[in-house]
């Protein structure tokens, strides 16, 4: 069994900068790829970033050049760096965890989500 949790999600202006922080326990060694989700108030959740175990990433058009996910193989780690924040970044976000290898794969870990609230 694997756990995923989440931290560090909040309310900001427009413009400004959250980290949010995800950490996996139980049977983590069986994670490979992490990456984050959203899901906005009726939308559909959506892959923002996503990293390998070897470090390759992708983003969302939306949000390159303005979030960076990495990650901590030793910590069990994953983050999201997100700066110049938008009103249209205002979601749940979710961490999540696949036992596949490489960048398009099936997440079967998910974490509860933390509120990301972007103000204008």
């Known amino acids: 069994q694997v756990q995923l949790v989440e931290s560090g999600g909040g309310l900001v202006q427009a413009g400004g900068s959250l980290r949010l922080s995800c950490t996996a326990s139980g049977s983590s060694s069986s994670i490979n790829t992490m990456a984050w989700f959203r899901q906005a108030p009726g939308k559909q959740r959506e892959l923002v970033a996503a990293i390998t175990s070897d470090g390759s990433t992708n983003y969302r058009d939306s949000v390159k050049g303005r979030f960076t996910i990495s990650r901590d193989n030793a910590k069990n780690t994953v983050n999201l760096q997100m700066n110049s924040l938008k009103p249209e970044d205002t979601a749940v976000y979710y961490c999540?965890?696949?036992?596949?290898?490489?960048?398009?794969?099936?997440?079967?870990?998910w974490g509860q989500g933390t509120q990301v609230t972007v103000s204008t």
């Open positions: 999540v965890g696949s036992e596949g290898i490489g960048l398009v794969v099936l997440y079967q870990y």
